[in-house]
């Protein structure tokens, strides 16, 4: 299975050497089962899904995607000196300082056993972590193959038109026409048909470059706790962090922004032509609104802003556009990017990057999986990120932090929990 990168997947390969993007899929067994007794298991399966039996080429232009053989040697296990479920997460946060290498092997799969005081789990877990590399997949696609991994049939969706050679006469017309449309979509705006562009927001505390130890917490409750009529589980994780982030602000004395805002992912519309089918966009957390069930309806109302821009015909053309630019054009414009240049504003004061990944039925050991954790990376301006990640009737909002941004990460889960309490109190409330 080769050919060559999409531009867009091409983008996250070249800009991981700027600033690491491998993603950390961690999926929690109650199971007692060593973690060398599953390791023939999971490279077995992991031998039937094609996505996995590739690694990437340099080549002229962009690069490929060549057949890789898949066995033990990426499947790893890790002794726990404490063999607790605060051990583990200490284990998983420094993973992120050793990306994988996608010219040699793009995934990697770590596991821990014996994890004790795991939440939801009865006795010892087994926790398994599949790190990935960006360009393979966004967060939808790693959730698949993930899942794959454990023994599901693919249900993924298939890439469509991949890019071919480049075609000077299309790239022309497509300009051409993402510039029209470009006009079009400043007249719409102009006349409010269309949300208009969302606006920076000034850096608050958590702004910074990460510097120190960087730490993950995992806040791990029931759907219904986030969920209700009217809110979706996005939408009620999205408010808890707005409540959690607005808390942290006082307790560390400073102001509360009025603008305060979270840089979120929206899944792309139409059909899928690259692993990375997903674009940011900025929203508002409303922190002035008092009652969480109307701050989550303001949510709820930026997002369909959001996601109305988006499917604007003009975002569309424009990637379509953009997949036309010859490779070392787009290889050039990464090249001069520096990260330590930092901006006056932000799309975001933090990032929530949501994911459903499916049926709790999934099992390894003879255990069943009890949740499912992620965690997007820090970046020079972003120090506090985070994953909502649901399986069954489990949902996880985890918490990446660095020391320079929040000194006690375990005080800021802490807010974290109380800001779910918050929803699931005012959920079970008659409006």
Request: charged share 20%; proline share 7%; glycine share 8%.
């Amino acid at each position: 299975m080769s050919g060559r990168l999409h531009p867009t997947d091409a983008q996250a390969y070249w800009m991981s050497s700027k600033i690491p993007n491998d993603q950390f899929l961690l999926y929690c067994f109650d199971a007692s089962t060593a973690a060398v007794d599953v390791v023939d298991q999971l490279v077995s399966n992991a031998r039937r899904v094609p996505e996995l039996g590739i690694r990437f080429s340099d080549a002229f232009g962009y690069p490929r995607t060549v057949p890789m053989t898949v066995g033990p040697q990426q499947v790893i296990t890790h002794t726990l000196p404490e063999g607790t479920w605060t051990g583990c997460l200490r284990a998983v946060a420094e993973l992120f300082a050793r990306p994988v290498d996608p010219l040699e092997t793009p995934w990697l799969i770590h596991l821990f056993d014996s994890v004790s005081g795991a939440p939801r789990c009865t006795g010892p877990a087994l926790v398994v972590v599949l790190q990935i590399s960006h360009a393979l997949g966004d967060g939808r696609a790693a959730s698949s193959l993930a899942r794959q991994l454990f023994g599901e049939r693919d249900f993924s969706v298939p890439l469509h038109n991949p890019r071919g050679r480049f075609r000077p006469v299309e790239f022309i017309t497509q300009s051409r026409r993402a510039q029209a449309l470009e006009r079009s979509l400043a007249a719409d705006t102009a006349a409010r048909l269309i949300p208009p562009q969302s606006a920076g927001r000034k850096k608050i505390r958590v702004n910074v470059a990460p510097a120190g130890e960087t730490s993950i917490r995992t806040v791990v409750r029931d759907r219904a706790e986030l969920s209700g009529p009217g809110v979706t589980v996005t939408v009620g994780a999205i408010t808890a962090v707005s409540i959690a982030l607005s808390n942290y602000l006082r307790l560390c004395g400073d102001p509360v922004p009025e603008l305060l805002g979270a840089e979120v992912t929206l899944g792309k519309s139409g059909p899928r032509r690259a692993r990375n089918h997903f674009r940011n966009a900025g929203i508002d957390l409303y922190p002035g609104i008092v009652d969480p069930l109307e701050r989550a309806k303001y949510i709820s109302a930026a997002l369909r802003d959001r996601r109305a821009r988006a499917d604007h015909p003009a975002m569309a053309a424009e990637a379509l556009a953009s997949e036309m630019v010859p490779a070392v054009l787009l290889r050039w414009g990464i090249r001069q990017f520096d990260p330590t240049v930092i901006p006056d504003t932000v799309t975001g004061n933090t990032v929530v990057s949501s994911v459903n990944r499916g049926s709790a039925d999934l099992t390894l050991g003879g255990g069943r999986v009890r949740f499912t954790a992620g965690f997007p990376a820090l970046s020079p301006v972003m120090s506090l990120t985070h994953g909502v990640h649901g399986i069954g009737d489990m949902v996880t909002i985890s918490v990446t932090s660095s020391a320079s941004a929040v000194n006690d990460p375990d005080v800021y889960a802490g807010l974290a929990h109380d800001a779910v309490d918050e929803m699931a109190d005012r959920l079970g409330r008659p409006v």
